[in-house]
């Protein structure tokens, strides 16, 4: 079993940032590919980015790409989503996933845990 918080969310001006964090307990993060997602009031939950059990991989939603990073510290079970030039439309409910193997998943269902989600709000 894989307990993920999240933390870092707030409320930031348009073109601004932030770092999301997502702290894992319970047993190590190695082995598991890591994903962060979000989700908009009214909308569907869908990928943000993801990052392979050993960093090598990355993958972005093409309205992140270029703003986004994710990296991951496995020696603090960690995960981390630094969020770049902010805009009102990134306005969304963050969640942590994590998923067993080795497999790249872009889909909610692809995911076995998740975190409890973290608020950002983006002003205009």
């Known amino acids: 079993q894989v307990q993920l918080v999240e933390s870092g969310g707030g409320l930031v001006q348009a073109g601004g940032s932030l770092r999301l964090s997502c702290a894992a307990s319970?047993?190590?993060?190695?082995?598991?590919?890591m994903g962060w997602f979000r989700q908009a009031p009214g909308k569907e939950r869908d990928i943000v980015a993801a990052i392979s059990w050993y960093g090598g991989n990355t993958d972005y939603a093409d309205s992140v790409k270029g703003r986004f990073t994710i990296s991951r510290d496995n020696a603090k079970n960690t995960v981390y989503l630094q969020m770049n030039s902010l805009k009102p439309e990134d306005t969304a409910v963050y969640y942590c996933?994590?998923?067993?193997?080795?497999?790249?998943?872009?889909?909610?269902?692809?995911?076995?845990?998740w975190g409890q989600g973290t608020q950002v709000t983006v002003s205009s």
């Open positions: 996933a994590a998923r067993r193997g080795f497999a790249v998943g872009h889909l909610v269902r692809d995911y076995d845990y």
């Open positions: 319970g047993r190590t993060l190695i082995g598991y590919y």
